[in-house]
């Protein structure tokens, strides 16, 4: 674009990424105009890329490379924990930068211009994960979506809820409050590492369904394993047998192309800030329109009785609608790749690490290899090497970017690696060196 260039007269295309952030964090000297501009030209290389590789869903690395240059990060990093938290990419950075600079130098557009936007971006949100915008609230994270389901759910003394053994404390300690609370029952449901089908892991559920079971609140996306649960498919059973289904699925939205519809789960909540590249403090949180009657809201204020639909949820107070319209830039950005696609990249890039490690001595997979019920989250342990030795190791030599995850206690104790989009199969590569090296001289 001709127009595009800086205050000082120098291009913004082909800008490093240290040059970037400097333009955009030293006192916000792109002026708002120009941030929209520097969007449009990201954009349009993205089109120019997909134009080029229209027939190719899974396109090669000249496609993902020109990608990855579009993310901000700090020169060297390999980041392959975004299960953690994931970096952004330029034009979200952008558009947080431009909307945070409204409060200083316009506050009336907080209570003017940014509701009418609020409603853009949940109509947007709804579309990418195939619900209505009815049906879309935006939390703070998955954590808060959770509370906010089980503390609205009424339930009575010996009620039961089923829970996984291998939930994170953010869906298992709201229900252990409630079962402080209110003397309902929770039930731990053991499934494998992994599961060795789909029907393994549904019967392990429909067994422990008795009289009282009123819920399943479960992982969509397992933190501990990278197992993605056949949530479909427990759904078609608890809801044969009158059971809710609430689904954790803090890893999913940017790694997944979520349906809710397909996946017919009454509750779903998700973190776009890990795999979708949204700025933290942002999440999203699905309530089946059928549901919504049955469900109190936890903060109460204007609209909370008028609303009728699950915008009652949401009446939060004032909040930092910056990483609200950020998130709107996020669902924008993904497009433009296509779901599909990414979907399919991350699950290719996943597929090589398992495969690959598996020709290591000593290493076990706890993460299936089926891509069903598998996605970006690879977790592994191996034989006699610390999995914090890894994770050191490979940061120290590699500057890459790994975590431990686990208990040993309960055996699940490994290293878990993010595949997102932005990692390469050299990246791959040079991790699996690392643990290669750490093997033959683990003696």
Not at 1 to 21: C, E, I, Q, T
Not at 149 to 178: A, C, F, Q, Y
Not at 230 to 257: F, Q, S, T, W, Y
Not at 263 to 274: A, E, I, Q, R
Request: proline share 5%.
């Amino acid at each position: 674009m001709k127009n595009d260039y800086l205050s000082n007269g120098s291009p913004m295309n082909g800008l490093s990424r240290r040059d970037f952030v400097k333009y955009l964090v030293a006192g916000s000297a792109l002026s708002a105009s120009t941030l929209t501009r520097l969007n449009a030209s990201i954009y349009q290389s993205i089109t120019s890329l997909n134009k080029k590789y229209i027939r190719d869903e899974s396109p090669d690395g000249v496609y993902w490379d020109s990608i990855q240059q579009h993310f901000l990060f700090q020169d060297g990093v390999i980041m392959m924990n975004n299960g953690t938290v994931g970096p952004m990419p330029k034009p979200v950075f952008n558009t947080l930068m431009k909307t945070f600079k409204v409060q200083v130098t316009n506050p009336f557009d907080v209570y003017n211009y940014i509701p009418r936007k609020r409603e853009q971006v949940r109509r947007g949100l709804a579309e990418f994960i195939h619900a209505s915008p009815e049906e879309v609230v935006m939390t703070r994270n998955t954590t808060e979506g959770i509370n906010f389901m089980v503390n609205g759910l009424e339930m009575k003394g010996g009620d039961e809820v089923l829970l996984s053994t291998m939930e994170h404390p953010g869906g298992i300690h709201p229900w252990r409050l409630k079962e402080k609370r209110f003397g309902i029952k929770i039930v731990e449901v053991p499934i494998g590492l992994p599961p060795k089908s789909i029907d393994e892991f549904v019967g392990s559920f429909e067994k422990a369904i008795t009289q009282r079971t009123r819920i399943i609140s479960i992982s969509h996306t397992v933190f501990i394993s990278g197992l993605i649960s056949p949530i479909k498919e427990l759904c078609r059973m608890a809801h044969d047998k009158e059971v809710l289904v609430l689904a954790d699925g803090a890893h999913a939205i940017g790694m997944l192309n979520l349906n809710m519809k397909s996946l017919g789960v009454d509750f779903y909540m998700t973190s776009p800030y890990k795999w979708m590249g949204a700025p933290c403090g942002i999440g999203v949180l699905y309530i089946k329109k059928e549901m919504q009657d049955r469900i109190w809201p936890t903060i109460a204020s204007s609209g909370w009785d008028t609303h009728t639909d699950a915008r009652k949820f949401e009446t939060l107070g004032q909040r930092a609608d910056a990483l609200m319209v950020a998130l709107g830039e996020t669902v924008d950005f993904q497009n433009h790749i296509g779901r599909t696609r990414i979907e399919k990249r991350i699950k290719a890039l996943a597929g090589y690490l398992k495969q690959e490690l598996k020709a290591i001595p000593g290493v076990k997979l706890h993460t299936s290899e089926d891509p069903y019920i598998s996605g970006g989250l690879t977790v592994f342990s191996c034989k006699d090497v610390d999995p914090a030795r890894i994770v050191d190791y490979v940061r120290h030599k590699y500057n890459i970017v790994v975590r431990t995850i686990g208990s040993k206690k309960k055996g699940t104790y490994g290293v878990r690696v993010s595949t997102p989009i932005y990692v390469t199969y050299r990246h791959i590569d040079m991790l699996l060196e690392g643990i290669k090296t750490l093997v033959r001289h683990k003696a």
